[in-house]
C-alpha cells in the first residue's frame, strides 16, 4: 500500500541556517506532494506543493525538491527563522490527482531552531 | 485571511456516549473533510464530502462515524459510541475545489474518552 515516512524525526539548527526536510515515499504512482507545518495546538498549514511533472518548485524561503527515481522529497528552508520552528509533514494527495482531498501523511520532523 | 473554524476546542466524554464535533467550513468552499490525530502520530484522513454526500472515506471511518452538512455553513462529525481509541485531536478542512492540495484545515478538537 501507499506510504510516505521521513528519514528524520528531528531537526536542530541555529536561527539564519538553512534547514532541510526529508522525505520519502513508496508509492511510485504518486503524483502529487504537499509540505505541511503544524505548530503547536493548531491544525496544519499549507507550505508548498509540487506534482511529479516538476523536479523543483520555490516559494518564500522555501523550496521543495522531487527526486521521482529514489522516490524522495525534500523541504529547503532558507535563512530559518524560530518562527519556523513547528513539526513539518509531507503528505501524498491520490495517485492522479484525482483524490477527493484524502491526504496521506508522513510521520513529521520536528524543526526547532535556536536564537 | 479566511478561516475554517471548529468547536469545541476540547470535548470530553465517557466511552460509549455520542459526541458530534462541528465545523464551520469557508464559506465559497465545496470539498469538505474530517482528519484525525492520535497524539504523538500523523495526521489521518477521515472522510471527505462534496454535494451532500461523502466522496472518500478510509477504513477508520466506520458505521461508528457519520458526517452532516445540515444547513449551508455547518459540517459536523458525529461518533455514535465512543472508544478509548477516538481520542484525538479531529481537524476539520475545506477547499473550493477537488485535485488540489487541501489549503485551510481547522485548528481542531481535541476529543478525549475516559
Same mark, same amino acid.
Given at each position: 500500500g501507499e506510504s510516505v515516512g521521513l528519514h528524520l524525526p528531528t531537526l536542530s539548527v541555529q536561527e539564519g541556517d538553512n534547514s532541510i526536510i526529508n522525505c520519502a515515499y513508496?508509492?511510485?504512482?504518486?503524483?502529487y506532494f504537499i509540505w505541511y507545518k503544524q505548530e503547536s495546538g493548531k491544525g496544519p498549514q499549507f507550505i508548498i506543493d509540487i506534482r511529479s511533472n516538476m523536479d523543483k518548485r520555490q516559494g518564500q524561503r522555501v523550496t521543495v525538491l522531487l527526486n521521482k527515481t529514489v522516490k524522495h522529497l525534500s523541504l529547503q528552508i532558507a535563512a530559518t527563522q524560530p518562527g519556523d520552528s513547528a513539526v513539518y509533514f509531507c503528505a501524498e494527495m491520490g495517485a492522479g490527482g484525482?483524490?477527493?482531498?484524502k491526504l496521506t501523511f508522513g510521520q513529521g520532523t520536528i524543526l526547532t531552531v535556536h536564537p | 485571511e479566511p478561516e475554517v473554524t471548529q468547536t469545541p476546542s476540547h470535548q470530553v466524554t465517557q466511552m460509549g456516549q455520542e459526541v458530534i464535533l462541528r465545523c464551520v467550513p &469557508?464559506?465559497?468552499?465545496?470539498y469538505f473533510y474530517w482528519y484525525r490525530q492520535i497524539l504523538g502520530q500523523k495526521v489521518e484522513f477521515l472522510v471527505s464530502f462534496y454535494n451532500n454526500e461523502i466522496s472518500e472515506k478510509s477504513e &477508520?471511518?466506520?458505521?461508528?462515524f457519520s458526517v452532516e452538512r445540515p444547513d449551508g455553513s455547518n459540517f459536523t462529525l458525529k461518533i455514535r459510541s465512543t472508544k478509548l481509541e477516538d481520542s484525538a485531536m479531529y481537524f476539520c478542512a475545506s477547499s473550493d475545489r477537488a485535485g488540489e492540495a487541501v489549503k485551510y484545515f481547522g485548528p481542531g478538537t481535541r476529543l478525549t474518552v475516559t
Open positions: 513508496s508509492n511510485s504512482a504518486s503524483d484525482t483524490s477527493y482531498g | &469557508i464559506s465559497n468552499h465545496l &477508520i471511518f466506520d458505521d461508528q
